[in-house]
């Protein structure tokens, strides 16, 4: 063999041996069991969507009020992000998961039993506390266990159990809804909760995790802002916060107002395109990093979603919705998951703590997006304030891959050193 070649297979050989080492270690928990308590927690999320009309009805009550039980989930679902992050970097991510996965599970089974409205609205909440818990905190423990080369697509592969979830959930309530008792659907996720605690246990017992004399402070969460690589992932993903669930949520009302045939059934099918685009990236991850780059996804991801908003901007015909509900979400997932690739290397040594901080700066920009894409559409319409949000996504993604070629490699990893 000649030595160019052979020493190419030995190269070749070398990676190919600390990749099957890497997929094969038995030093982590596993991510099928994060990656089920992520299912479980984005499906319960959105899963009363559909159930609004009846739970109203059974409460006699507007679905103007029944929808609190939605807000009652999602403000301290954002708001507790924060908490968790100190708390899961002082006695462990796997610890701190079972045990709000417990209490996830416990709440989730109350709900299959509440009497009213208001009961239901404070077990809503108080669920919603906790569940803010395991998603943030899953992403920093494979930040910490997976090296950064192959740390996207870990994360990938985690992430396409949080999309199953939102497919599944408005499918799962609306099936619950009208064919069985939408009481049944929360037993089911508490039931399947509690296993997936005893799993999180489990894993925490399996693979101890030292504790940290770390106490909670603000300190660390400023100081990050005092470095470029920081301000920039968290600034750019405030502004995709901002733009991408601005636009989310005026779809499904943008297709009912302009193709009157449709119903709100068949609109929510289609909007589950999002999420099977989401799936699409989960699949192809692994296969994209090494030929674009991490850089390269960025834009790859910022030029979907502006090419998907035209679309749904112009949209000629109704069924090419289904089509770029499906870009809209490969290019949401693909230019996210570079961010929150880098969100998990800000601050290695206070990486749950990072994480929670960018989570919340996130759910910040969702909760500010429908309020600055209701005042575009006002303005302008559908067609141009879509239009107008694929221009400004767009941008954005062209600007945050030039600041990151900007950044020296070792910025990242050493932005969040101080203040720890």
């Known amino acids: 063999m000649p030595a160019g070649r052979q020493a190419a297979s030995v190269a070749g050989g070398a990676v190919w041996h600390r990749y099957t080492a890497l997929v094969s270690q038995t030093d982590r928990a596993s991510l099928l069991t994060l990656g089920a308590a992520a299912f479980l927690v984005s499906a319960d999320a959105r899963v009363i969507d559909p159930l609004l009309k009846i739970i109203a009805s059974e409460f006699d009550v507007s679905t103007e009020r029944a929808a609190l039980t939605v807000s009652a989930y999602a403000i301290p679902y954002g708001l507790c992000q924060l908490f968790y992050g100190s708390l899961g970097d002082r006695v462990g991510p796997l610890r701190v998961m079972a045990s709000v996965m417990a209490l996830f599970s416990l709440g989730t089974l109350a709900c299959a039993a509440v009497p009213n409205l208001w009961t239901f609205v404070a077990l809503r909440l108080l669920t919603g506390a906790v569940a803010a818990g395991i998603i943030p905190l899953a992403i920093s423990y494979i930040g910490d266990k997976f090296p950064y080369e192959h740390r996207q697509s870990a994360l990938g592969r985690f992430m396409s159990a949080l999309m199953l979830g939102q497919i599944l959930s408005a499918s799962l309530g ?127 991801g910022g030029t979907l979603l502006a090419l998907a908003s035209v679309l749904i901007g112009a949209l000629p015909v109704w069924w090419l919705f289904i089509p770029a509900m499906i870009v809209y979400g490969m290019g949401y997932y693909t230019m996210h998951g570079t961010l929150q690739t880098r969100a998990t290397e800000l601050n290695p040594q206070a990486r749950a703590t990072t994480v929670s901080l960018f989570a919340f700066i996130f759910f910040l920009g969702q909760g500010l997006g429908p309020i600055a894409m209701g005042q575009t559409i006002k303005a302008l319409g559908y067609t141009w304030g879509y239009f107008a949000a694929g221009a400004a996504l767009l941008l954005l993604a062209v600007w945050a891959h030039g600041q990151f070629a900007k950044l020296k490699p070792a910025a990242v990893a050493a932005a969040g050193a101080p203040g720890r």
């Open 174 to 300: 609306g099936v619950f809804g009208e064919y069985l008792d939408w009481r049944d659907i929360f037993m089911v996720f508490g039931a399947v909760g509690l296993v997936v605690a005893a799993l999180l246990l489990r894993e925490s017992r399996r693979f101890p995790e030292a504790r940290r004399d770390r106490r909670f402070s603000p300190a660390a969460m400023r100081n990050l802002f005092r470095f470029p690589a920081a301000q920039l992932v968290l600034t750019t993903v405030f502004l995709e916060g901002v733009l991408v669930f601005g636009g989310l949520a005026f779809l499904a009302t943008s297709m009912l107002d302009r193709f009157s045939f449709l119903g709100p059934s068949q609109v929510g099918l289609m909007l589950a395109g999002f999420g099977l685009g989401g799936l699409f990236y989960s699949l192809t991850v692994r296969r994209l990093v090494p030929r674009i780059g991490e850089k390269g996804i960025l834009l790859l």
